[in-house]
């Protein structure tokens, strides 16, 4: 992602099956850029061959036959002809030794972005690299990783070069496919004339439909035994495959990738500009983005991190710094992401259903990836021993929407005798200051109106300022807000640590639950001898609200007006008692916060929930609404008008589905992963004994910025790290956030200091803020070496500015 | 997808190459399963080998050898060691003939099919079948498709041959995946045993993970040059790797099938009762769902069609007919495909994209899948002369949420001084009765409440009744409402043709036109006399309301209401005028009427439209709002609150993106395809000239229905075709539609007649009825073969019940 100049062009070169030719066609290309006049780079990270055969005997020895310097370099050395992952071990064991770990795929695609880095610095010239792979595409890298995945970091363009035997055709198209499924962009195919097989008769087409350049060059002379005569009629083929004039010579691809590598620069150039004139983007205001350099073009992605142009004018540059740099995608892209980006176990799963589904109807219909998301979200999930049915629609928004029309019915439908007609278009919502459950209106309808507001918003209901949970000065306080501060007892709490904070069964019989209870009986009584609205649902963000500001809600506070509108449930019963309660889980659900549900530590179960963003892993819109048998069994009837009347065209899409499915598997592995024990056991209770409540990250890192004196408060859970700025002016309408870590947006690298990015160049960050607030995400599988590296800038950051 | 047995199991048998011993192994299977008591039958629709060395040298020389017969067969035979495609045209040439056109992929497959079904009803004992597809997983069929695609149809279950030689990790991950992007059910690898390159060592894990069973056999003896040596040779080595005994043998491969044929037969028998007790359905009363046999099983979807369970009881079906059968998908999927189920180009779009991105952040950003969609949407698609902006949402229903904010902001903005705080939340919509816009609360909004509706639910706004075009007893007409009936000139009108209905620009001068601006025009006096809401948007679906029950309107009152809500625009200016006017072209946009957008046909051009559904070709939900630039300008200034708060986290999502540029990119294909012309033509005005409109629904089936006695009133455009059944109780709550048509759900076929389903088998058809209104839909590149099988089978149920 580092790797694209504009006086240095860089193409690898993958293969359709061993043995198709490729370090013969790889060098064929070097010597053609030689000829054309261009410093030329061959590197091959790792040869699988005998080298003297392959690179030296390929490209070394003719290095003298041209004009230009060709530079040959292999980065790792593995001489048996079998895969690099494999030679590891058999050099191991033939000289008896204990088998050395190979390098990481971290490491080695680091060492190989270091070298291209460093020749593109060094040429001042237009130059070409060749970079060869090993194998297949899918043959083992060092470490075991395939090709394909092993190199996908560095987003390199790419040549295949296509199989020309008998069966050529099918291994030439699946391993386009495979290199497809990570994204990557093919320039061109190139391949060896057969005129038996007649594969590049049936290829050219095939590729041309699909945008992509095929090209044949004639066979390689048979090897001959004599030295001296393989030489010379090995050195007549490259040269004639080489010539300007050849028909059938690899010139032409030479021309195309250049060609191709221009044609990418212009796009990429261009693209502020025509987003700029053609998009209207989701909340932005356009009257601020003063032109292409407020535009951020993203070229591709892949773990934790954005790969984006750099904002100088890329035609008049004359820098020999890449084009592409990495940028840390510190919203988790709207809090969305899950695996990072563009996994490919993701990719698979869409791809698996698309196959086999596309789209199928819904209504009263069933298919695999629907049932199973259904039974484990309802079962094993988030509905586990509360919830009876699963819902499915398109997103948070509609999601809420979902759980509004479910709690909505209910609740008239108890209350038959005692509603009009037209006291239900304005039932009234139960709820707290700063929720925020979407942007379609029913959903805005349940939040109150604020700065953020819009034409037909009408908000529908009462909403309680919470008392909240922050980090001051390396010490954990519960903030009560002023209109609670009258009650006796309500007062703001310095608590032992966030452990006890979010224990919430042990502080039921604290002073300030009874005042909290107090407090809201009181307010509901108020407001009913008012004649508020009358209320209908009570819809909560458990512990955290997220677009409100980040605001963590006091966990005893939530659990106290839950009780306090249930009432006393009665008995054996499990049908909702007092209000329906909605839990919008969507942002802090399926594991963002640190655990699966929220129900377990506040001690109460919804009658509705509702996910969505973790649910697709990062990559596709999908929610479910989750709800208890009571809530479903107002809908039930023999009357279809009486049914839940809402649907939509995609609903229960196969491929949301099934990568829902593949997310909540995978995500079974890294809550019980090393790295996530260890950042629980980083948090654990003074006494060593598990905190129901932790963070991925660090501990002393919290505690160190929450002393800052430009930071008023901060706090974490799971993924989530928010750090709310000092400012007069608070709350939304503030630039501080904004204004003191802007400089976290340009790349930066410490001398010395390793960079965290795939490909080990200096990078920036991505962050949203929420006025004086300003927020950090990771994904849930971000490492901790990444972690402690965003920790360091933002720390660095803090204090520089000091 | 109609070849799923209880009895008698059939496995395809596909290579990650050509030469890594699929023959020998499938011929070892099924000496395995003869040896294990059962009936097996081998087919291999192509052979591409010498046949005396590979088929009847591996198979029918040993059946003597086993208890139970072995049926093998070739259904074609083409002799030479290329490619099948190729071979059709070698064998040609060599004979001096011309070229034998191959038959085509569908006949091909039929009669793969066919030959399944005749023996697995011959078959009544419990019997094995396995079906060897020819070379690799993308080796051409004979009509030059891949295996991959071109078996697809029958959806069998695939034990995959993996490569053992150097290289061969590589070959069968990609064959794996791109059998995968078909969404084949893969039930297990095998290969050979192989100690140097110890391929199977590292598949077996990689598939482990991916829940695949890997499973290596010992590899063959080398090939002996003496016939009778190298005879008994064989023969030893398949005794070998047959018997029950061996370990490394096929016999737990075969074991293992059988195993993945029971438990696909137990999910297949779990699913409806599974799905009845955890699954909430979109728009279904569940208390009219009776239980399991209401429920419909989709396996898997092809083309037009859906794969199905019968309803009967599996596990106790002593049926030797297929457990799945086709199910032509007559509601396209609640209209959203486009170019039929499962369509290679859109799986691999969507790999493409999400390969490269996942998803990414899209506030202020851009990445080239979003660029590319709304440059073409903006410039060369349904905002071509008129819109500005492309805003992207996550389905119709959001989208119109967003054109809705957009509209009434614009008119807030302008009448700022005239208008209160709170007369923005009451702001009225004005559009026509039967309007529908989605699920949403807002999208709710904007349409009147009616026998569908739900607590929040508040119509703000004024609907006329609209006229309607529809073919009565094989005569065109418009049905002006009884509200209109008063005002002179407005009566039914009997019309020439379509096409002179559609000609809006000539009926602009008749009296009918008069009328309806007299009648509009009066109605709005009326209503802003009466205090009525103060109507800030005119919101039209033009042309067609879907879900308000099919109801065609009248062009010319679309076109004259705008016309009169406009006024006279002022000489030069671009701005909106009187009410932005929105275009809900969800459903009827993208070509799905026949035209692009409507805007030309009707002269006039929408200030804000939403397109979704067709967006995405079937795949996956995504929605567009385009906006005039004056509609973009009210939103700018330097305040972020008066931008527009819109967004959704998986806004522009890239998969959606790139699958939609796809969509547009095949639909220029298929809008200029033969088969549409020919439709087109069909629909020529009497004078042979082109008509603004036409179906491709045939003409004379159109006129024929039109006259039959239970028929009020058919309707058709582009891929709609909609019936009303004469009924006292008219509207939603008739079920007459229902009732007449439901025999189609039933799989039939007439003797004789071909099916026209992929594999041919006899097939029902899945449509949905809007009360007395039942509506067939096709895809855009449904064959006209497929349609007008789907007119004879609506033909016999109608005129069966008459």
Request: net charge negative.
């Amino acid at each position: 992602m580092s790797t694209l100049f504009k006086h240095f062009r860089v193409h690898q070169v993958f293969g359709a099956n061993t043995n198709v030719g490729k370090t013969l066609l790889t060098t064929a290309l070097v010597r053609a850029s030689a000829q054309r006049g261009k410093d030329v780079f061959y590197l091959k990270p790792v040869s699988t061959g005998p080298l003297e055969d392959a690179d030296d005997y390929h490209v070394n020895r003719y290095t003298a036959n041209f004009k230009k310097l060709i530079h040959a370099e292999c980065l790792f050395r593995y001489d048996e002809p079998v895969s690099p992952h494999l030679a590891v071990r058999m050099k191991a064991n033939l000289e008896g030794q204990d088998v050395v770990p190979p390098p990481s795929d971290g490491t080695f695609i680091d060492s190989v972005a270091n070298r291209i880095r460093t020749h593109a610095k060094s040429s001042l010239n237009l130059a070409h690299m060749y970079l060869e792979t090993a194998g297949g595409v899918h043959s083992p890298a060092l470490s075991g990783t395939s090709q394909a995945d092993c190199y996908r970091p560095l987003f390199l363009p790419t040549v295949l070069i296509g199989d020309s035997k008998l069966g050529g055709i099918s291994s030439t198209i699946s391993s386009y496919e495979s290199l497809l499924l990570r994204g990557y962009i093919i320039d061109a195919v190139i391949l060896f004339r057969d005129e038996y097989y007649q594969n590049a008769e049936y290829l050219k087409p095939y590729f041309s439909e699909r945008g992509i350049f095929v090209h044949t060059v004639d066979s390689p002379p048979e090897r001959l035994s004599d030295f001296s005569e393989n030489f010379a009629s090995t050195d007549k083929y490259y040269a004639a495959i080489t010539s300007v004039e050849a028909e059938h010579g690899v010139g032409p691809v030479v021309d195309h990738l250049d060609i191709c590598h221009t044609k990418r620069l212009e796009e990429l150039e261009s693209m502020p500009r025509r987003a700029y004139d053609s998009i209207w983007w989701p909340f932005v205001q356009h009257g601020l983005v003063k032109g292409e350099k407020d535009v951020t073009v993203i070229d591709s992605a892949y773990s934790d991190f954005f790969s984006i142009t750099n904002k100088g004018n890329i035609s008049a540059s004359s820098s020999t710094d890449s084009i592409l740099e990495p940028q840390y995608d510190g919203s988790a892209s709207w809090w969305t992401q899950t695996l990072g980006h563009a996994h490919p176990s993701l990719t698979l799963a869409a791809a698996k259903a698309s196959g086999r589904y596309g789209h199928v109807m819904f209504p009263q219909s069933v298919h695999l990836p629907a049932l199973k998301l259904a039974e484990r979200l309802v079962n094993d999930g988030p509905g586990k021993g509360w919830a009876s049915r699963a819902f499915i629609s398109d997103n948070g928004s509609t999601g809420m929407e979902v759980a509004l029309k479910m709690a909505l019915r209910a609740f008239t439908i108890r209350q038959q005798k005692d509603i009009k007609e037209e006291e239900k278009k304005e039932l009234g919502i139960l709820g707290l200051k700063g929720s925020y459950h979407g942007d379609t209106i029913g959903a805005m309808d349940a939040c109150e109106e604020g700065v953020y507001t819009c034409e037909w918003h009408n908000a529908k209901g009462y909403w309680f300022d919470p008392p909240t949970v922050g980090i001051k000065d390396g010490e954990v306080y519960i903030t009560v807000p002023g209109t609670l501060s009258s009650f006796p007892q309500a007062n703001d709490i310095r608590a032992d640590s966030l452990a006890w904070v979010y224990d919430v069964e042990n502080r039921l019989q604290t002073s300030l639950a009874r005042a909290y209870a107090m407090y809201i009986t009181r307010a509901l009584e108020s407001l009913e001898q008012r004649g508020g609205p009358k209320l209908a649902a009570l819809v909560l963000e458990p512990l955290l609200m997220g677009a409100g500001g980040m605001v963590f809600v006091d966990p005893l506070f939530q659990r106290v007006l839950i009780d306090t509108v249930r009432g006393r449930r009665s008995g054996s019963s499990s049908s909702w008692s007092g209000l329906p309660v909605i839990f919008d889980e969507v942002f802090v659900g399926l594991n963002r916060i640190g655990m699966e549900s929220t129900g377990p530590l506040l001690g109460v179960y919804p009658d509705i929930s509702v996910n969505a963003k973790v649910l697709t892993g990062g990559l596709l819109p999908l929610a479910v609404t989750l709800a208890s048998k009571s809530i479903f069994e107002a809908f039930l009837g023999d009357n279809k008008a009486e049914a839940l009347l809402h649907g939509h065209s995609y609903t229960a899409h196969p491929i949301g589905c099934e990568v829902a499915n593949e997310t909540l598997s995978i995500l079974d592995k890294i809550t019980t992963s090393d790295e996530w024990v260890a950042a629980q056991e980083s948090w654990a209770k003074p006494d060593g004994t598990k905190s129901p409540v932790w963070s991925l990250w660090d501990p002393n890192f919290i505690t160190a910025i929450s002393k800052l004196p430009q930071v008023k408060e901060v706090m974490t859970l799971g993924c989530v790290l928010s750090i709310k700025i000092k400012d007069d002016a608070s709350g939304y309408t503030s630039h501080s956030a904004q204004t003191l870590l802007q400089s976290l947006n340009l790349a930066s690298q410490e001398d010395g200091s390793l960079s965290t990015a795939p490909g080990g160049a200096a990078f920036g960050m991505h962050f949203r803020t929420l006025g004086d607030v300003a927020y950090f995400m990771t994904s849930l599988n971000t490492s901790s070496a990444v972690i402690r590296s965003i920790e360091d800038k933002i720390w660095k950051t803090l204090t520089s500015t000091t």
